[in-house]
């Protein structure tokens, strides 16, 4: 069995605009701490994240105690916002219509693309071994989704809070199991 522990990042600093860049805030980096808490006792094997430095400054210090590098794959990014991406009424659309983007932005579906191509080949890869991924929520939404389609627009505004969210999913092969929702801290969404 492979297990995954998705960790959603903490708390980013939204007054830095470049998304790629965006650093977590002192709450978030405090918040870190609990993630690498929550992950010191669950002998992981190997650390992938986003390369977006929210994602991997979330999980450094869980690696740091492991003494492992983070690996990054590109594909793990978060969703291209676009021209007025950031309201309520544009997620509840792009959850409604996969394919829809707004103008200068990434659907969800091709979000979801790119992260489920990155996860089988990261669970092929690491078949058996327990691993860390470093993801965003619309990312982890995306992979959420494509194995229970339950989870949709709804689910995803009950999460949009959690910073930081880790949730476990296990696999045999490719095969999803089942999924854990291990800790979450609620923060507000800012728009």
Not at 18 to 24: A, S, V, W
Not at 96 to 112: C, H, K, M, R, Y
Not at 145 to 171: R, V
Request: hydrophobic fraction near 30%.
């Amino acid at each position: 069995m492979t297990t995954i522990y998705f960790v959603r990042h903490c708390k980013p600093d939204g007054k830095i605009q470049d998304d790629r860049n965006r650093p977590l805030t002192e709450e978030g980096l405090e918040d870190s701490n609990k993630v690498a808490e929550i992950l010191k006792d669950k002998k992981i094997d190997v650390f992938i994240s986003s390369p977006y430095k929210r994602s991997h400054d979330s999980i450094k210090k869980s690696a740091d105690s492991y003494g492992m590098a983070i690996q990054t794959d590109e594909r793990l990014r978060e969703r291209k916002a676009g021209k007025d991406s950031n309201n309520h009424e544009m997620f509840k659309k792009r959850w409604t219509d996969l394919s829809f983007a707004e103008d200068d932005g990434e659907s969800i579906g091709a979000v979801q693309k790119r992260n489920i191509e990155a996860l089988k080949e990261i669970l092929k890869k690491y078949q058996d071994k327990n691993i860390v991924i470093g993801t965003h929520g619309t990312a982890l939404s995306s992979i959420i989704n494509y194995y229970d389609k339950s989870f949709n627009g709804e689910s995803f505004m009950k999460i949009i809070d959690f910073m930081p969210w880790i949730l476990k999913m296990e696999f045999d092969g490719e095969k999803f199991l089942c999924k854990e929702d291990v800790f979450h801290i609620q923060k507000e969404y800012k728009e």
